[in-house]
């Protein structure tokens, strides 16, 4: 198939380094309640990609659940393979498209698991059906067919009928801890705008507008 016709011309008003917070989470937040607003599909929905020991990039959606000025934070399982990843080697970077408000967010930093205490209370907040869900799939591992999760489903489900779900100890959160966060804006002419965050040793961003 010949895409190469395929062509989206960007009419937004680009970014102006006058218009950035200096501080990249207000400026993420400012844009990520912008992708809110203007009702994007799943706006907290990113891409994680992981580097583990052999050195193959690997890329998965997870969901955005918590952030502020100490990190991006999102669940898994701590036995999948980006879990595994993560350990291995934790630095990971994260990627926002927010396609329909022509923007992009690029974030590099380190992950950690988060407390369990802080893993448990996101837990609780889940639907029931979500936490059984958590105890339902060894994620990433092979699975001989569908019929295999919906009996371990089911088997969970009657087994706490009445009580509340357990929470497993292979599942939680980690935090990304971001060292550099970049903006970009499409803009006429593929002129894009980009502004790269960079913590400095004395905690502070240094900002660098970024060719297109
Ligand atoms: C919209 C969307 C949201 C997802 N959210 C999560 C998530 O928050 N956590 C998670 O572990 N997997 C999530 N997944 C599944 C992952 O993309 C991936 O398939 C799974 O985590 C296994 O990845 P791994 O084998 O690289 O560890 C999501 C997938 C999609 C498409």
Known sequence: MDLSSMREEYVNNGLRRKDLDQNPIKQFEQWFEQAMSADLIEANAMTLA?????????????????????????????????????????????????????RQVKIEGRAEKISSSKSLKYFLSRPKGSQIGAWVSQQSQVVSSRSVLEAKFNEIKNKFVKGEIPFPSFWGGYIVKPEKIEFWQGAKHRLHDRFQYTLQENNSWQIDRLAP
């Open 50 to 102: 992981t580097v583990g020991n052999d050195m193959m990039p690997s890329v998965r959606t997870v969901l955005l659940k918590f952030f502020d000025e100490t990190g991006f934070v999102f669940f898994s399982n701590y036995e999948s393979v980006k879990s595994k990843h993560m350990e291995e080697n934790s630095k990971v970077a994260l990627h926002f498209a927010w396609l329909g408000l022509e």
